[in-house]
């Protein structure tokens, strides 16, 4: 498989109700907030967890096939969970090695311990940290357990929890091609990124994560070398009647994609190609009319 040759960059939205995308365990696990503007943020850990997650668990990045593991997983031993340079004698200390095998460390870089030294690799894909496209509503719920306090007592406990009532979740992330080989990134590698952002996300079925939906995946493709515009998550508006506090689903807004296609136009010459995944429920509009992504020339449906 070639290596990568493009420069891309991502914008991803997804959305939660009644649930918590990303407690911060030192706040009581509350969801994320940025308490100036009570927008709510996701860290590009979790995404990645996410990305993860899905690869080991749905497309055999699992270490039972050959090349074909993650780094950077949870590993249970009789002395505990293993540590990084344990883990790194799983692949004879070989940062080659390490590199055919772990898809994670191709995308995402990492640190690899050794026994003399260490060797960093920088990720080709980076995201910025997630953040809502409007305040949110936080909730403080509390519950009757289903067990006694103690034995022998006849009261139960009681289950506390923040979740928001409704977060609208935007990242914008970079594929460096330089970076990529580096890291030998190669284009199939990209493509089970962008599936495992995108299906990993629907995957969550934990209980503060169930009913996560991928609203909006683009991924813009640069022909010039070392191009980018950046910054591309700011050029989407929610357009709606309702404080951002009120919102509680897709329907309650829509998404203002105005200014991505202008800016977009201005520089066509450097973009060779925009590829999408859209969730049918979320109304896109520019210069307020419904737009259709199928309907502009250069854009393409992602297909996994």
Not at 7 to 17: A, C, N, P, Q, T
Not at 82 to 109: H, M, N, W, Y
Request: charged fraction near 30%; include cysteine; aromatic fraction near 10%.
């Amino acid at each position: 498989m070639p290596l990568l040759q493009q420069r891309s960059e991502l914008v991803f939205l997804y959305d939660i109700k009644d649930a918590n995308p990303n407690g911060d365990p030192l706040d009581e696990n509350k969801p994320r907030l940025d308490k100036e503007t009570g927008v709510n943020l996701v860290t590009d850990v979790r995404l990645k967890r996410t990305i993860r997650d899905y690869l080991y668990e749905y497309r055999g990045y699992d270490g039972q096939s050959k090349n074909k593991d993650i780094f950077v997983r949870e590993i249970k031993t009789k002395d505990g969970i293993q540590d990084s340079k344990t883990r790194a004698k799983d692949f004879a200390e070989d940062p080659e090695l390490i590199l055919e095998s772990c898809i994670d460390v191709r995308l995402f870089g990492g640190v690899i311990p050794l026994a003399e030294d260490s060797i960093t690799y920088t990720g080709p894909v980076q995201f910025q940290m997630g953040r809502s496209l409007h305040p949110v509503e936080l909730k403080y719920i509390k519950g009757t357990g289903a067990f006694a306090s103690q034995t022998g007592k006849s009261k139960k406990t009681f289950r506390e929890e923040y979740i928001l009532s409704y977060s609208l979740i935007g990242f914008y992330g970079i594929i460096n091609e330089n970076t990529g080989q580096k890291t030998n990134l190669t284009e199939e590698d990209v493509q089970l990124l962008l599936e495992g952002i995108w299906k990993g996300t629907k995957s969550l079925h934990s209980r503060s994560k169930i009913g996560q939906t991928p609203r909006l995946l683009l991924k813009v493709n640069y022909s010039e070398k070392n191009f980018f515009i950046g910054e591309l998550k700011n050029y989407l508006q929610l357009v709606t009647e309702k404080r951002g506090e009120q919102l509680r689903d897709v329907v309650d807004y829509q998404l203002d994609i105005t200014g991505l296609l202008k800016i977009l136009n201005r520089f066509w010459d450097k973009v060779d190609s925009v590829e999408y995944l859209l969730n049918p429920r979320l109304q896109l509009i520019a210069e307020g009319t419904e737009v259709q992504l199928a309907e502009i020339d250069g854009f393409k449906r992602i297909v996994f």
